[in-house]
């Protein structure tokens, strides 16, 4: 079964980086695009990141420049970088799949930006 499992989050300071991953089970991993969401309180999730097979890359505005989206086909993990954070990152971060019109969603792992 699909399984994607996050780790790499906490408590930083304004300014300070994070780097996340996700491990990949159940699938296909390198034939597949790999996207990183967040969740604020009170917010919807948003798309932060996504990479594809070949390793072509989208980020939200919100994020250019500051964070990077890697994957590791060998390894089946995806990282996200997160450099420069602001408050206004702090969310839940999600790693996602999408295998035949069905997103797939790990647990998730708390980012708090605050000094």
């Known amino acids: 079964q699909v399984q994607l499992v996050e780790s790499g989050g906490g408590l930083v300071q304004p300014g300070g980086s994070l780097t996340l991953s996700c491990a990949a089970t159940?699938?296909?991993?390198?034939?597949?695009?790999m996207s990183w969401y967040r969740q604020a309180p009170g917010k919807e999730r948003e798309l932060v990141a996504d990479?594809?097979?070949?390793?072509?890359?989208y980020y939200a505005d919100s994020v250019k420049g500051r964070f990077t989206i890697s994957r590791d086909n060998a390894k089946n993990t995806v990282n996200l970088q997160m450099n420069s954070l602001k408050p206004e990152d702090t969310a839940v971060y999600y790693c996602?799949?999408?295998?035949?019109?069905?997103?797939?969603w790990g647990q998730g792992t708390q980012v708090t930006v605050s000094s």
């Open positions: 996602n799949v999408v295998l035949i019109g069905r997103h797939y």
């Open positions: 159940g699938f296909t991993f390198s034939s597949k695009v």
């Open positions: 990479i594809t097979s070949s390793g072509s890359t």
